[in-house]
């Protein structure tokens, strides 16, 4: 099937619009208990030939997966087939201006809410920023559901891995999930019972595993 980019998509708002939580009205992702045998990342849906063993992680660089916000049902359409898909991962870091960081925490949202919408299983993925975003950062997440979250780049420094730590236990206060896939080195004062390490396959072992 072939799609038409729709030239006046208005953020997609022209597809569906969603209720939304807080003082931005982020789309709200209900909460799922399922939790999948194993996550491949976005680049690999399309050379996937068995996508119905697999969920699918979006904690790839931006660009990789920047299309599907631009062409959402053709995407959906090729996510449908796979166990389930985590909630869309684009970046907001701390030092982007703070609309920058609503407005992809929007996407993100947006995205997860229409995808559960049109029958497929989401995974919410969370995100959250410094002490100063924790008042809006968790709006539209979901409490006591399976999530997934990603330490990726945040172990570096001293700063980063103290304001990781300090929102993974916002996020756990805040919505207290029932399982936390962990994409990442888990740092010692987050080591958490409900954490379920995502496996971080080698390259030549992840495509063989999809052929």
């Not at 708002?13 to 209900?30: C, H, K, V």
């Not at 995808?115 to 997440?141: A, M, N, R, S, Y």
């Amino acid at each position: 099937m072939i799609y038409r980019q729709t030239r006046n998509a208005y953020e997609n708002l022209n597809r569906e619009m969603f209720p939304g939580a807080g003082e931005y009205d982020i789309p709200q992702i209900q909460p799922t208990h399922y939790v999948p045998d194993q996550l491949i990342g976005f680049n690999y849906v399309k050379t996937c030939r068995t996508p119905e063993r697999f969920g699918v992680h979006f904690f790839v660089d931006d660009y990789q997966f920047t299309r599907i916000w631009q062409q959402p049902e053709y995407w959906t359409d090729k996510l449908s087939p796979f166990a389930c898909v985590c909630s869309p991962d684009f970046s907001g870091y701390i030092d982007f201006p703070k609309a920058v960081r609503v407005y992809q925490r929007f996407k993100n949202h947006w995205l997860g809410a229409y995808w559960q919408l049109k029958g497929l299983t989401v995974i919410p993925t969370i995100q959250w920023g410094d002490e100063c975003d924790f008042d809006w950062c968790f709006d539209g997440d979901p409490m006591h559901s399976t999530v997934a979250v990603s330490s990726v780049g945040t172990q570096l420094r001293p700063e980063s891995r103290r304001i990781f730590s300090l929102g993974f236990h916002e996020m756990l206060h805040r919505l207290r999930p029932s399982k936390i896939l962990f994409y990442g080195q888990v740092p010692e004062d987050c080591a958490d019972e409900r954490i379920i390490r995502i496996p971080a396959f080698q390259e030549k072992h992840r495509r063989a595993q999809c052929l």
